[in-house]
Each structure stands twice: as C-alpha cells, then as structure tokens.
C-alpha cells in the first residue's frame, strides 16, 4: 500500500483513509460485518462484528464487478478477478455451497471448481451463476423449478441449464425464482412465484425450465429478482415492475394484493439508472445521481428519517436526500429491512434494521436515515436477509 504521506501513524492513516488521501496499490480486499451465523463473514470464526472485518482466505484481488458477489441462506459467493468463485458459510443439506458435499458449513473461502465463471445470484439455499462462454448453472434446493432443469432434484454442485449460451450476466434469483437476460435483450423467468411474480401474466404458478416475460420486449438491460416481486431496467432508461403489491412496493400509488401485476408495469420516468428489489420495498438511482425509495418502512428501510418502526408505507417513489449517489452498476444493495448505496466519492452508506451490527457503526442501533460505514469502498456490497455485509476496497 502506498501512502501519500509515509509518515502517518496507524490512527493517522485510518482518519486520512477515512478523509480519501490514500493512494492505493491496487490489490483488491474483501471485507464484512454483521451477523456471522456458520461463519457467513468468512472470518474463519463464528463471531458477529458490528464493524468491517478484512476477508484474509482466498488472497486479493476479489472483483469489484457488477453480479460477483450473492448470498443464499447464510452462504456466500464471490467471483473473483481471475474468474475462480469462492465459496464459504452454511452449506445446508441440499448443498447450496455447490462443492458437491452437504451439511459441511466452511468458515473461511473455498474454491469452487473452475476459472471462468462471470457472474452469481443466490436465491432461498440454491445458487445461479453463468459463465463467460455464455451459460447458465444452478445448484442447491429445487423448489417448484427453481433449478430451471425441468425435475424436481437436488443439486449439490453445479449443473448447467440448458444448452443455451447466450445468457449474460445479468441474472436475479428471488426466493425461489430466477430472472435472466439473453444476449438479445430478452427477460426470462422460471421458479415459483405467487401474485404473478414471474410476470408471466399469470398468478401463483411454478414454471420449470426459462420462460419469456409476458409482453416484456427484447431491449431489457438490468433485472432483479425479489420475494413475490421483480422489476427491470430498459435501454432506454424506462423502469418495470411486477408481482405483489404489499406495502405498495410496485410503486404504483396502489397498496394490497388486489393491486399486484402478473405482467410488467411502468414507474414514471425515462432516466432509471440502477433498481434493487427486497422483500416489501424497491429502491432505485437515476442518472442525475438521485435515490428514490418506496413501499414498506420496516425498521427505517425507506431512510426517509421516519420512526423506525413506524407502520408508514410510500406506494409512489419518493427521494432520498442528495444528489451524488452512485449510478454505477452494484452500488446499491436492500433487503427485507435495510438497505445500502454508495455515493460517487466511494463511500457507503446504510439504514434500517442494525441486527447484528450489519451498518457497521459498532453497535445495533437502527437508522431511519443514512449513516456513512468508515473507508472508501469500491463496487458491490450486499446483504444478506438484512444482517450481513460484504464489500470491496482497494489498498
């Protein structure tokens, strides 16, 4: 690591780092904090850490690409630069972890089999992931054929779907379904889904192998899969929404069941930049660097300064003060109660829920607005059923 001021003292250095006047190497660290149920963080312990934690197993040079990093059931997978994808956490019965074993929880990286994987989504205990020659695989628990290999088996290491290859990596796994887009600009979707969450024009249905989105086109550009609903992201900035409308998550001034949409949907607005997906809430930047939030306000998940357990429900988008929040591809993270972004300067931010120390504040305090997670981050963070973070600096 190279400082601009050799110097400083350990202390001195962390205020500057904190500050962005480190010049930096270029070797690429993984960090996490939070909850560490079966060793998740890969810390080699089962400890939780209210505050960022360096991955050492597995060396440097974790990717900072969009789709690299994904949980599933408290396991964790990351690609790294060199296209290995390493693996660590819980690895349930069904062999979520793909390492063609079950039951055997690791606490530090693993190695999966292989050297160029590109891209990987995580659903509830089962795994997607493409390759760069263009195909798709899928391991861990089939659930009504969320595995897309039209049966109803368990896979404990990866199986490829299809003989297709021309799927990209753009890929979402909800519970228990996936989304993905081909090369030609076309959404797909298969699994399990209720209040026509497939967007197959269709209500509570299993599908077993890829289907195209009901009505959806050929020119999607970003998908992303949630619980019972999923939405998109058009080349022409245009953003899309599908499933149940608890809480008004569709973001349609709508609130209820009545009001789900088994096919896409149209939020207002031509300039979409970035869209992610939780359980009862959206959140989603445009292009002038806005962030935009709606639906249920669980433990202060819409970080709109309301109470954090205030029953309050927004089924139009509303924004999030600040207009420097990062529109690159993984900058923006939630899940049933939290949620995290960067801005353009690199650094992070979180809100919601705190189980387990997940905003990295060393404490569980829960936030009903942005509070910053020290350092300058690079790339994706994600969380994990709201209590888990993982994210990647350059030192």
């Not at 250095?13 to 890969?42: E, H, K, P, T």
């Not at 993905?180 to 269709?202: E, M, P």
């Not at 935009?292 to 029953?311: C, I, V, Y």
Request: hydrophobic share 30%.
């Amino acid at each position: 690591m190279a400082l601009k001021n050799n110097t400083w003292k350990l202390n001195q250095w962390y205020d500057q780092d904190v500050a962005g006047n480190v010049s930096y190497s270029g070797a690429q660290q993984l960090w996490s904090w939070g909850d560490n149920s079966y060793g998740m963080l890969g810390l080699n312990n089962t400890t939780p850490y209210s505050s960022p934690k360096q991955i050492h197993g597995g060396g440097e040079n974790w990717s900072t690409t969009f789709r690299n990093f994904t949980t599933s059931s408290s396991g964790a997978f990351h690609i790294k630069t060199d296209g290995t994808m390493w693996v660590w956490g819980r690895n349930n019965t069904y062999g979520q972890l793909g390492l063609n074993s079950r039951a055997t929880n690791y606490s530090s990286p693993v190695q999966l089999p292989g050297t160029t994987w590109r891209s990987v989504s995580g659903g509830q205990e089962w795994v997607a992931a493409t390759k760069t020659d263009g195909t798709l695989w899928t391991w861990g628990r089939m659930y009504n054929g969320n595995l897309g290999h039209n049966n109803q088996t368990n896979y404990s290491s990866p199986v490829q779907v299809g003989s297709d290859t021309t799927w990209t990596e753009n890929i979402s796994g909800g519970s228990y379904n996936l989304f993905a887009i081909k090369t030609d600009g076309t959404l797909w979707s298969w699994g399990f889904h209720s209040y026509g969450g497939l967007g197959q024009n269709q209500g509570t249905v299993s599908i077993s192998s890829p289907v195209q989105i009901h009505g959806g086109g050929s020119d999607w550009s970003r998908c992303d899969g949630g619980n019972n609903r999923a939405g998109g992201i058009k080349t022409d900035g245009t953003l899309w929404v599908w499933g149940y409308n608890a809480g008004g998550s569709l973001g349609q001034n709508q609130t209820g069941a009545a009001s789900s949409k088994s096919s896409p949907v149209q939020i207002p607005g031509t300039n979409w930049g970035l869209l992610s997906v939780g359980s009862e809430t959206m959140m989603a930047t445009k292009t002038d660097g806005t962030l935009w939030t709606w639906g249920s306000n669980n433990n202060g998940s819409l970080g709109l300064n309301q109470a954090p357990d205030s029953p309050e429900r927004l089924s139009s988008p509303t924004q999030i003060p600040g207009t420097n929040w990062s529109t690159s591809i993984g900058t923006l993270s939630r899940s049933y109660s939290g949620a995290m972004a960067m801005k353009t300067d690199g650094s992070l931010w979180g809100w919601g829920s705190n189980s387990g120390g997940m905003l990295g504040q060393n404490n569980t305090t829960k936030y009903s607005s942005p509070v910053q997670i020290p350092g300058i981050w690079e790339g994706h963070s994600f969380m994990d059923g709201g209590s888990s973070i993982m994210a990647t600096r350059v030192i």
